[in-house]
């Protein structure tokens, strides 16, 4: 018999808010895919929307260029990564500090940012990068951008930050040993290289291939931008654009969005596959363990300021290009007269325009919630996993792991069959983007939970039950406190992430709803380039502010606990 004592009861109100978070807008997005009609309309059910789908080219075509997409994308990500981390960890080159300087610059920006910089400066007319081809290595026409491999090489030098961090970590914990022996041996450096070294990180590189190919599957900014125009479209795009027909079609959306989620499905439960099968071929020696670092003579220097130049190239002139554009009154290549023109009239603009005004406000406050929500939220699901013999406690982990497999697009329709269907009245407010943010971030936020919850010992608060606190004031009075470092880091996580959100927002967002990264999506849209940029730089400037304080408050509270 169960004891609704407030352990209880908590226990069981987290599973029923976790199942309808989870299970509901997945549920409703296949009905959806099933039904005759759009949402809140009797209707019949039907396959129809299945059939004329793969029936059509429509369906084909996605499938094509969305594997094309992801990759060309994954590939150019892992070999940019690969040998940025085997140039910073495995070799004695100078300047590292300086290029791992220049990768931290794309964690920061959102994607959607980059994507508008490249474009810019890609430009036919008046893009830098087409004029200095022109002018100095001879082109007769400017390059294009809108094409397959202008969306790869945009996508996938974005995530080579991200790729570089994995494979990094992947060096650092390989024991080199083993490669000693085989260059002792007789073998050359490349023969160590491909006999051994890749050989060791064979599932490392799987795993982070894959997590590459997944995001790539799932980005929606790229082939908004730069697909549609080119006539591009893959699966992301292809459900924003049924969502935009008039009137919308809501079944080919829905069913488009399950293909979707299938294929995104697929390819989370590979990677944890692989990542499952990292573990069995760890090398780390306990003493006398140290990294191999390979000299390269009279050509470190060289390598050095050309891994530097290219990191700069890649990494930062996209970037700069927006900051260029936000002081000026249109957009202009560098020059002279440029430099005669430069003038701060976009950013004043930007507090004079409601619009903006409202997104900012929207922003902050769906970014401050959504963060919080998620973080307190998780800390139970955590401390349920972690410290209860409950039966259904896997489930619940899973549950709460799986919106990371939802596109989210795929979210954002799954979401409006809801509260189109069902009788609570939060359609076109705040809060339906609340409640997407909250399930979409519900992962990251249990990863950093778990993590810190299976750090701190039961024994604390075994003692504090001993001394008559009650379970609620047990987990506010101790756990929370001694999970701070993990629930900060995820907090920062989800407030970052969530003032560059673009895939669900784009979907559910309504007259009076907008958010920061709708309304610089729409700014493009409208060719309003000067204030797009200026907003953008403010909202980097945010994104940045926030992570310091928010590390700082944390780095204070950890170093107040361990003096305790």
């Not at 401390?383 to 259904?392: L, S």
Request: charged share 10%.
């Amino acid at each position: 018999m169960i004891r609704w004592d407030a352990k209880n009861i908590i226990l069981w109100l987290v599973v029923l808010v976790l199942a309808y978070l989870t299970l509901v807008p997945l549920v409703m997005l296949i009905y959806g895919s099933l039904k005759s009609s759009p949402p809140g309309v009797s209707g019949a059910f039907t396959l129809e929307h299945y059939a004329a789908l793969f029936k059509g080219r429509e369906m084909a075509t996605a499938l094509k260029n969305s594997l094309v997409f992801s990759l060309g994308t994954s590939l150019v990500a892992f070999f940019g990564g690969l040998y940025l981390a085997w140039i910073t960890e495995r070799t004695n080159v100078p300047l590292k500090a300086a290029i791992y300087a220049t990768l931290l610059v794309p964690l920061i920006v959102p994607g959607l940012l980059t994507t508008i910089g490249w474009m810019l400066l890609f430009g036919r007319r008046s893009g830098m990068l087409n004029l200095v081809a022109m002018r100095y290595f001879g082109l007769e026409q400017p390059i294009d951008i809108y094409n397959m491999a202008g969306m790869i090489w945009i996508l996938g030098t974005d995530q080579i930050p991200l790729t570089f961090l994995l494979l990094t970590a992947a060096f650092r914990s390989m024991d080199p040993s083993l490669e000693e022996a085989a260059m002792v041996s007789g073998a050359t450096m490349a023969q160590t290289a491909r006999s051994i070294t890749l050989r060791i990180l064979l599932p490392a590189i799987l795993s982070v291939w894959i997590i590459n190919f997944i995001r790539a599957v799932e980005n929606f900014e790229v082939p908004a931008l730069v697909g549609i125009p080119g006539q591009i479209l893959v699966f992301s795009t292809e459900v924003y654009l049924a969502t935009r027909q008039v009137p919308t079609d809501f079944g080919l959306a829905s069913t488009f969005a399950v293909v979707y989620l299938v294929i995104a499905a697929v390819g989370i439960y590979i990677y944890l596959k692989a990542t499952k099968a990292a573990e069995r071929f760890t090398t780390i020696s306990g003493k006398g363990y140290r990294p191999t670092t390979i000299h390269l003579g009279g050509l470190r220097y060289p390598v050095a300021l050309l891994t530097l130049l290219l990191s700069f190239a890649i990494f930062i002139l996209p970037v700069l290009q927006i900051v260029w554009s936000s002081f000026l009154p249109y957009f202009m290549p560098p020059s002279v007269a440029a430099l005669e023109s430069l003038t701060l009239d976009s950013y004043r603009e930007l507090f004079r325009f409601p619009l903006i005004q409202r997104a900012f406000w929207n922003s902050f406050l769906l970014g401050l919630s959504s963060s919080t929500l998620v973080m307190v939220f998780t800390a139970v699901i955590a401390w349920i996993v972690v410290r209860t013999h409950w039966r259904g406690k896997g489930v619940l982990d899973f549950l709460a792991f799986s919106p990371i497999a939802v596109p989210g697009l795929v979210l954002g329709i799954a979401i409006l069959w809801v509260y189109l269907t069902l009788p609570i009245p939060i359609y076109g407010t705040l809060w339906i983007l609340l409640v997407a943010y909250v399930i979409k971030y519900l992962p990251y936020g249990m990863r950093a939970c778990s993590s810190s919850m299976h750090q701190i010992q039961k024994e604390l608060e075994e003692a504090s039950a001993a001394c008559g606190a009650s379970w609620g004031r047990t987990f506010v009075r101790v756990v929370l406190p001694l999970l701070l470092p993990g629930f900060v880091a995820g907090w920062i996580y989800v407030i970052t992430h969530s003032f560059r959100e673009l895939s669900t927002s784009i979907l559910l967002y309504r007259n009076g709803t907008e958010v920061l990264s709708v309304v610089i999506f729409e700014l493009w849209d409208g060719g309003q380039y000067p204030e797009l940029c200026a907003l953008g730089v403010t909202l980097v400037v945010i994104l940045s502010t926030i992570s310091l304080l928010a590390r700082r408050i944390g780095a204070q509270f950890g170093l107040e606990r361990a003096m305790a």
